[in-house]
């Protein structure tokens, strides 16, 4: 399954749409300069982000990723995942994502929280197609064998491994969602992890975590060590 190509309303459009992840960084870039760059727009910034969190929670259907044609219900019919998560998608919270056994490693990008969310969507089965591995860099060993889940006369899915694939997707949905609010904020906000106690004499090393302040790398900083309100550098220490 690739994301770039995977539409969110499970419809490939014969490459004529653009892809859940390629539209995404779109908004991915309109997020980080409406929020950065002057003149400063959060509330757009935000709305963008929305956006984005919308795709990726796409990216946890089975259906988004296996491109199972579903938006039409005169056609093909609603996706029976989509159908039973509208009807019972309170049976899952944060906690769900708090007990997960995997966290989402500090180094993984904007891409690889869609590639991987996608990767482990695949192993379910949607209506019209059987779930897979390919490709898949996840530790599934202990997961269900989906072997015999769809119902090949009528493309649908037995509710009880319905709510199985929720409790394997839903979790991580949410979890990969906050991954994603984590992102951006550290997209947009430059902290500086530093000791409590500063020896002078002694050379300390300090951590910029983050990328931008209004829309400018950070490269150096001046500290106010006296709380004064008057930042020292390099010249006046």
């Known amino acids: 399954m690739d994301p770039d190509i995977s539409e969110p309303n499970g419809l490939n459009m014969l490459g004529l749409a653009d892809g859940a992840r390629f539209r995404a960084e779109g908004y991915w870039l309109e997020a980080i300069k409406n929020y950065t760059v002057e003149p400063i727009n959060k509330q757009r910034?935000?709305?963008?982000?929305g956006r984005i969190a919308h795709l990726l929670a796409d990216m946890s259907v089975p259906a988004h990723v296996h491109n199972d044609s579903h938006a039409f219900s005169g056609l093909d019919g609603k996706d029976s995942y989509e159908t039973y998560i509208e009807q019972n998608y309170y049976k899952w919270t944060a906690f769900h994502a708090t007990i997960?056994?995997?966290?989402?490693?500090?180094?993984?990008t904007f891409s690889d929280l869609f590639n991987q969310l996608?990767?482990?969507?695949?192993?379910?089965?949607?209506?019209?197609?059987?779930?897979?591995?390919?490709?898949?860099?996840?530790?599934?060993?202990?997961?269900?064998?989906?072997?015999?889940w769809r119902s090949l006369l009528f493309s649908y899915i037995d509710e009880s491994n319905l709510n199985t694939i929720g409790n394997y997707l839903m979790p991580l949905a949410i979890q990969y969602t906050t991954a994603l609010y984590k992102l951006f904020w550290y997209e947009v906000n430059t902290e500086i992890e530093s000791k409590n106690i500063i020896d002078v004499l002694q050379e300390s090393t300090f951590k910029a975590i983050g990328k931008r302040i209004n829309g400018y790398f950070v490269t150096s900083w001046e500290w106010d060590f006296d709380n004064n309100g008057v930042f020292e550098n390099q010249d006046n220490l």
Request: glycine share 6%.
């Open 100 to 108: 997960l056994p995997d966290e989402i490693p500090s180094t993984w």
């Open 45 to 49: 910034a935000y709305y963008y982000l």
């Open 118 to 148: 996608a990767q482990r969507s695949q192993y379910f089965p949607s209506d019209d197609y059987d779930g897979n591995t390919n490709n898949l860099n996840a530790n599934v060993s202990g997961w269900p064998n989906t072997t015999g």
